[in-house]
């Protein structure tokens, strides 16, 4: 069963790196941008066939490991 | 209009930093892993009300600078 982990920065968090993209952007002459945040994002496929127990071990995987939940949000998708 | 961009790696590109986040979590005991595949994820907020330019100016965004085209896809959405 595979899933979709996107990890972004809380609302409040400043994020440089989307900063540096914002302003290579403009200065490749794009004009009309207001924000880019920029955030990870995960493919995560596991050897499990019950949807609920798939979720919980992703869950798992997210505060174990792939999250910084003082500065980060977490939204977990199913693929397929 | 605000949209996402998921960048991903092509199938057949080798993916390192998804591999030792995958060995990393094998280590932290968690046993049923079949893959880990790691990419990038913007939010981009474009100052654009018509939402066929402002697709087309997120594409240009991804060729110009996101995206390697040669190693990479990329997905856009609709946020809001």
């Given at each position: 069963?595979?899933?979709?982990?996107?990890?972004?920065?809380?609302?409040?968090?400043?994020?440089?790196?989307?900063?540096?993209?914002?302003?290579?952007?403009?200065n490749?002459?794009?004009?009309?941008?207001?924000?880019?945040?920029?955030?990870?994002?995960?493919e995560?496929?596991?050897?499990?066939v019950?949807?609920?127990?798939?979720e919980?071990?992703?869950?798992?995987?997210?505060?174990?490991?792939?999250v910084?939940l003082?500065?980060?949000?977490?939204?977990?998708?199913?693929?397929?």
């Amino acid at each position: 069963m595979k899933f979709s982990v996107i990890v972004t920065l809380k609302k409040d968090v400043l994020d440089p790196q989307g900063k540096v993209v914002l302003n290579t952007l403009v200065n490749l002459g794009i004009d009309n941008l207001k924000s880019i945040r920029q955030g990870k994002y995960f493919e995560i496929d596991v050897d499990e066939v019950d949807q609920v127990k798939a979720e919980k071990q992703i869950n798992q995987m997210c505060e174990k490991l792939l999250v910084n939940l003082i500065i980060e949000n977490y939204k977990i998708s199913k693929i397929k």
